[in-house]
């Protein structure tokens, strides 16, 4: 019904940037999250944006590295994440909720994920 698919991913130093991007077909939800998960860790909020994009929210982690956009005529959601710290390496996925929430369990769609790799 929804896919979405992550892209941007890739390898870089601390202190670099990537631009992660979230591509849907389909209709997207009121709310777009990006949270992350590393191996052997439970899956973590990163970000969120409301379908305006006016109001957004960040994991206190990531907050003033990391931020999240969307282009609605598009269809799709960023995060920009700059100054990037090897804490940050993760498989970082896209998803969508009805509501505004931290938890992944409220976001019914996911995608696959794209991975994230930050070498010290």
């Known amino acids: 019904q929804v896919q979405l698919v992550e892209s941007g991913g890739g390898l870089v130093q601390a202190g670099g940037s990537l631009r992660l991007s979230c591509a849907a077909s389909g209709r997207t939800s009121y709310v777009m999250g990006w949270f992350r998960q590393a191996p052997g860790k439970e899956r973590e909020f990163v970000a969120a944006?409301?379908?305006?994009?006016?109001?957004?929210d960040y994991h206190d982690s990531v907050k003033g590295r990391f931020t999240i956009s969307r282009d609605n005529a598009k269809n799709t959601v960023y995060l920009q994440m700059n100054s990037l710290k090897p804490e940050d390496t993760a498989v970082y996925y896209c998803?969508?909720?009805?509501?505004?929430?931290?938890?992944?369990?409220?976001?019914?769609?996911w995608g696959q994920g794209t991975q994230v790799t930050v070498s010290s």
């Open positions: 998803a969508t909720s009805t509501a505004y929430s931290t938890h992944p369990a409220t976001y019914a769609y």
């Open positions: 944006i409301t379908w305006s994009g006016s109001n957004t």
